[in-house]
């Protein structure tokens, strides 16, 4: 299992990506899904991916290693794209690569090809933008009215995502909002654990502004669970109780 | 789609369904989910159903006019059973009998054979009981750890449930919580939506303290999901802001 959200505001980028992995049930591991590619001052990428471990490894990597172009022997990375779409349009065709090679043998297996992106970023003279990329290749992008994007098992985080993040808010507002989906995630589902990737982007900064791992016992992060925890508590000790049934006393 | 929760805690039962349903995106309407079996002072039943809306009336259907053992000539119905554990392994039987009917075409025309219930209550002289009942009839008891089950799109509700639902609790905290759960599963995923069905069962009352639908403008319901907004939003709003990137003034 995976949870990645990535959140694009007006102030620029946040994206979050656990380190669980599992095949099978008895078979947890920590595994890096947040990669990013930096060439400072000029572009900075993320790719967040949730998925069959072995197909997003595999596009990854083709990715760092280049898709050569048959007639003009040209090699296609996410270094050398001229903007973000063409970046996008990159990641899908390495994803069709790998399932031309991969999909075949993985269906004989009866072993989906299931692998899905976050992809975000941005280059010199262009916007910063947020992409979610699909199995097909096929990509929609993040808007402002509901500034984030989710891949892998989404729903436990997405109400706080719906109810509290703002195109016009804070970029550390939005890295808050999204470390609290993460923490509704991993309370809910053992398949989404520490560490925590997080990357935060400020539009024209085109280097990471954070860069780390949160691991468990963070003194933040561990902070920010136990205060949501109290608050949600007084939060629904709060609300009246229902007035339905028979009258009571109190 | 479809949610609906059960919270069995020391102080009784709670059972809450929505009633949405939807035949691919375009056909949405309303359905009764939660029906309740009474008879006044000897018990009280509640099946509440997800999956296939076919499959889980046919199945009711079928519960309510009897299986017919075709040895004694006895009709089993959930009116009859001995016992709450005899009344779900009957409700079990149910949808085995309408697999058997209905599976194979089912399966031709690419339709998955997809129902599951909650089934809650008590019969005199027995506990107060919650069951989950799968598709192929067998089922899960509800225990004091984790004093609720599910069915239907069950993640976006389920963080304020691990957090907030105890044993112990008092019986309309328990609803309480349960109406936050359901709010957060309509506000995020519109296959599910009002009005909801309700029901509070009482130890050994032996008939519903509360059988109710909150339909869209219901006063305490409204003012439960404007309260749990404000509160959600005042407790992410109280978190200070991850101290990581470069120092900020304020």
């Known amino acids: 299992m995976t949870y990645c959200v990535g959140l694009l505001v007006e102030q620029g980028l946040v994206m979050i990506a656990d380190t669980r992995t599992n095949a099978g049930l008895d078979n947890v591991s920590t595994f890096r899904k947040l990669t990013v590619v930096e060439r400072p001052g000029e572009r900075v990428l993320a790719l967040a991916s949730a998925g069959n471990l072995s197909v997003s490894q595999t596009v990854v990597s083709l990715l760092e290693e280049g898709i050569e172009d048959p007639e003009t022997g040209i090699v296609a990375k996410l270094d050398n794209q001229p903007s973000l779409f063409k970046a996008a349009e990159l ?24 692998v899905s992106f976050l992809f975000g970023g941005q280059i010199r003279g262009g916007p910063m933008r947020l992409y979610m990329i699909y199995a097909a290749g096929n990509f929609i992008e993040c808007g402002q009215d509901a500034p984030f994007l989710q891949i892998g098992e989404h729903k436990y985080g997405k109400p706080i995502l719906d109810r509290a993040v703002r195109f016009g808010g804070d970029l550390y507002d939005a890295l808050k909002i999204g470390l609290i989906s ?22 024209g900064a085109l280097a990471p502004e954070v860069n780390l791992r949160i691991e468990a016992g963070e003194p933040y992060f561990h902070d ?7 608050a949600l508590r007084a939060a629904h000790m709060a609300i009246p109780r229902p007035p339905y049934g028979p009258k009571r006393a109190g």
Chains 1, 2 share one sequence.
């Open 91 to 114: 990641v899908g065709r390495a994803i069709r690569e790998v399932r031309a090679v991969h999909g075949p043998a993985l269906a004989e297996a009866g072993v989906t090809f299931d």
């Open 182 to 203: 993460m923490d509704s995630t991993m309370r809910s589902n053992i398949g989404v654990g520490l560490p925590v990737d997080v990357l935060v982007l400020r539009p």
């Open 224 to 230: 920010l669970r136990e205060r949501w925890s109290a």
